[in-house]
Nanobody
């Protein structure tokens, strides 16, 4: 059974940083790509960043790339999201997602590209 477990969320002041982690577990589970999304109350779940686990090519939502960095550790089947200069509008539940199988670069931002999701971790940024 595949599980994605996020950690690292919490309360931070505006301008601060957080690093989220997402560990994928499951017998022989080896995702081809992993991504980060977030959902604020009353809003759609939005794409933030994704990474191909083989090769490490990354893809970002344009508005995120100057503050957020995605990375991975293949040995641990873990993906990270480093978030800097956080703002109150970054407050949301952050989800990681994983995909097995090939996926076009441009499709990494689609929620439907991912078959596995974590339970989410809350990030709250105070002003």
């Amino acid at each position: 059974q595949v599980q994605l477990v996020e950690s690292g969320g919490g309360l931070v002041q505006a301008g601060g940083s957080l690093r989220l982690s997402c560990a994928a577990s499951g017998r022989t589970f080896a995702p081809d790509a992993m991504g980060w999304f977030r959902q604020a109350p009353g809003r759609e779940r939005e794409f933030l960043a994704a990474i191909y686990m083989s090769g490490g090519i990354t893809y970002y939502e344009d508005s995120m790339k100057d503050r957020f960095t995605i990375s991975r550790d293949n040995a641990r089947n873990t993906v990270y999201l480093q978030m800097n200069r956080l703002r109150p509008e970054d407050t949301a539940v952050y989800y990681c997602a994983a995909r097995r199988g090939p996926v076009y670069y441009s499709a990494l931002s689609y929620r439907t590209s991912y078959g596995y999701w974590g339970q989410g971790t809350q990030v709250t940024v105070s002003s």
